[in-house]
DNA sequence: ATAAAATGTAAACTTTAGTTGTCATTTTGT
DNA sequence: ACAAAATGACAACTAAAGTTTACATTTTAT
């Protein structure tokens, strides 16, 4: 089961979904429902949320219970 | 641009398409499309991918070009 | 307390990931 | 050289990501 820590790191960042969203080209909403665990995003908005956050991409998005 | 390496690890592992297919469930023609660059895979095939090679995501899937 | 900004949510939609089946071509092993 | 295994490719399809619009609720700042 896919988990991640965006809200955490957003808050780290004192980004709003907005913000963020601006930032990896993708709508508001889509973060709202990442966030939420709703869905499992493309790689490339992983790494570019990742360059964003300067993380690895591990550090935002893992596989939880295998 | 997003680029990957997909090739190169599984010819690494000597696996097939279809042994990498079933590693992390997907089908053959998936692994064929993904080694063209033909689409972005999801994060969870990435990460399963990943696991499999025994490298960080960023080494299989990168944005080139920004 | 109030207004503005931020977030949650939902429906209807478009786009893209991923599947299944099938056949042709290439590679590998003997 | 030959057969078997592996890959390429394509069409038609299904499933899921991501968008847009709109409105309700919550948070934040003054």
New interface residues.
């Given amino acids: 089961m896919?988990k991640n820590s965006v809200r955490e790191l957003r808050a780290r960042y004192r980004l709003t979904q907005q913000d963020l969203a601006e930032k990896i080209e993708v709508s508001r909403q889509t973060i709202g429902l990442i966030e939420k665990g709703d869905y499992?995003?493309?790689?490339?908005?992983?790494?570019?949320m990742?360059?964003v956050f300067q993380v690895?991409?591990?550090q935002i998005?893992?596989?939880e219970g295998e």
Same sequence: chains 1, 2.
Avoid: C, G, H, M
């Fill in positions: 896919l499992a995003p493309s790689i490339t908005l992983a790494l570019k990742a360059k690895p991409v591990e998005f893992y596989l």
